[in-house]
């Protein structure tokens, strides 16, 4: 049976696919969804009212929150009973709303911590990062502009700095699979920009789902759209015909 559905992802080239999802807290349906899939190197943009389920999906994926019901498959993978740490060895790598990076560390140290296979009590046994590392970091954060920050306490980055030094994180971490919730949240437009542009570029070599409530942002990175409502998936497509549904102009585009 696993085999089976292994080869079936495969084939379909889906990086990620929920079945029959249920979520429930207390008796109170988080997410309820049929069906969700999302290809390889495809960003997809999950748009929906505060409350619709946007963080619990991407936790389900992550293995952050347990379904109550229902199936999760990652790159062809079932994960519904993994836990997060296998999920994140697989190719799962995490931004969360809040950044979260360590404050008292500097952007180079973040970037370093963040390199594959650093959080783990081998660390002081891997020995430095390589000359290839070190030259894909300094890339990474002279695309953000960070470069000048190199050796500045994170606790001292603005807002948007803190942003883009997680996504950098992020990528030097180099998942298969990228879950970005609410990049563009309390930036300036200039770093609105910043930003869409890096997602954009990420495309080329990740999966990306990407978690927005910026309406101008979605229609510059997203080609297909997922609507999130009260846990369900009220509409699916671009962003023209997602902007036309009915239903979706009174949960969400309407307010
Ligand atoms: N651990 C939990 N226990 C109980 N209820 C929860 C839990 N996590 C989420 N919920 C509830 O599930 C619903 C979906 O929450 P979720 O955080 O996924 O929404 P969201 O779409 O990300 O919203 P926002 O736009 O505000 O970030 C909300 O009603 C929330 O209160
Ligand atoms: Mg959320």
């Given amino acids: 049976m696993v085999a089976a559905a292994h080869a079936a992802d495969v084939a379909t080239g889906h990086m990620v696919v929920l079945k029959d999802v249920l979520v429930s807290f207390d008796g109170f349906k988080a997410l309820d969804i049929k069906a969700f899939s999302v290809d390889c190197n495809e960003l997809r943009v999950v748009i929906g009212p505060n ?18 019901s229902g199936k999760v498959h990652f790159d062809g993978v079932d994960t519904t009973h993994l836990p997060d740490v296998e999920i994140a060895r697989l190719g799962v790598g995490r931004k969360f709303q809040t950044p979260t990076v360590f404050d008292s560390l500097t952007v180079y140290e973040n970037m370093e911590l963040a390199l594959p296979g650093r959080r783990n009590v081998w660390r002081n046994l891997i020995g430095s990062e390589t000359t290839a590392q070190r030259e894909q970091i300094f890339a990474l954060l ?51 920009d910043l930003t869409a542009e890096l997602l954009l570029e ?28 009260e846990g369900k998936v009220l509409a699916d497509g671009t962003m023209d015909e997602v902007q036309k549904d009915p239903a979706v102009i009174e949960a969400y585009l309407g307010r």
């Fill in 51 to 68: 409350g619709a389920g946007k963080t619990t999906l991407c936790d389900v994926i992550s293995g952050k929150t347990r379904v109550t």
């Fill in 202 to 229: 990420l495309k080329a070599q990740h999966t990306l789902i990407v978690i927005e409530h910026d309406m101008d942002f979605v229609r510059r990175i997203g080609k297909r759209i997922t609507v999130l409502n």
């Fill in 142 to 192: 002279n695309r953000v502009n960070l470069l000048p920050d190199l050796n500045t306490p994170a606790k001292y980055l603005s807002h948007g700095q803190r942003q883009w030094l997680e996504i950098s994180m992020l990528i030097v971490a180099d998942p298969k699979l990228l879950l970005v919730d609410e990049p563009a949240a309390g930036l300036t437009d200039r770093e609105t």
